[in-house]
């Protein structure tokens, strides 16, 4: 079982910047391909980023290119989203999320099904 624990979230101006942590344990971490999800109130769960288990591949939201930066360090167990020039549609719950490709032809995913574990959650908030 795979636990994963996000950190860094709290309250922002807009066109301010937060850092977001994923700090992962029980599991083989460099095999996961890892991702970043988000959940507004009253809105359904939708993608943010992603990115492969070795990091040579990243995707992003269109909502979120140029802005946001995800990245990890095999070496630590963890997974970053960097969020510059934040707005106050960004406003959400932000999920870390890992998935295993082992098996498949790609090295990355933006399916929330496709995720096999799921941290707590941090809170985001964009004020205006």
């Known amino acids: 079982q795979v636990q994963l624990v996000e950190s860094g979230g709290g309250l922002v101006q807009a066109g301010g910047s937060l850092r977001l942590s994923c700090a992962a344990s029980g599991g083989t971490f460099s095999s996961y391909c890892m991702g970043w999800f988000r959940q507004a109130p009253g809105k359904e769960r939708e993608f943010v980023a992603a990115i492969s288990w070795n990091g040579d591949s990243t995707y992003y939201a269109d909502s979120v290119k140029g802005r946001f930066t995800i990245s990890r360090d095999n070496a630590k167990n963890t997974v970053y989203l960097q969020m510059n020039s934040l707005k106050p549609e960004d406003t959400a719950v932000y999920y870390c999320?890992?998935?295993?490709?082992?098996?498949?032809?790609?090295?990355?995913?933006?399916?929330?099904?496709?995720?096999?574990?799921w941290g707590q959650g941090t809170q985001v908030t964009v004020s205006s």
């Open positions: 999320a890992a998935a295993d490709l082992k098996s498949s032809i790609v090295t990355l995913t933006t399916t929330p099904d496709l995720y096999d574990y």
